[in-house]
């Protein structure tokens, strides 16, 4: 269901439902993806279950958080018509992608190099210049365009 305008054309405005199809994807698929590459970590070789876990959940809820205000400050510049204006669209996506690896690159940098909060395995590829794991690099670039590629399916016009 997308909300319209009351006077005036009627356009499509911010759709809840494509928010809802936003979350229901990349909540899941950020778990899914922590888990699946910790074993990048030293934690994963070094930590005990509990320790595994928590950082795990941990992590994720930063995950949720970092996607929810990366998105929210797209739509806010971008987003009036979201995501039935294909162009509206386009500039959420690439604006929430560029947030979340540009915030995923100083993260990664601020725990591993700064705090040592947490480090990689010899087997994590980085990036050259930065340092930066490859892996939570393509965390912020997949998940989000799977994300946005869900929530506009139901309002993408069939040519």
Known sequence: MSQTRSSGAERPMLSLDALRRYFAVVIP???????????LYTIWHEGTAGEILFAGLHCTGGDILIALSTLVGALLLFGREW?????AARWVAIVTVLA???????????????REAWDYTARMPTLPLVGTGLSPVLQW???PLLGFWWAAKPFRKEA
């Open 100 to 114: 979340g690896i540009g915030y995923t690159i100083f993260s990664e940098w601020l725990n591993v190099e700064v």
């Open 83 to 87: 995501p039935a204006d294909r162009l």
């Open 141 to 143: 670039l997949i998940i």
């Open 29 to 39: 698929a950020h778990l899914a993806w922590e888990f699946g590459h910790m074993p």
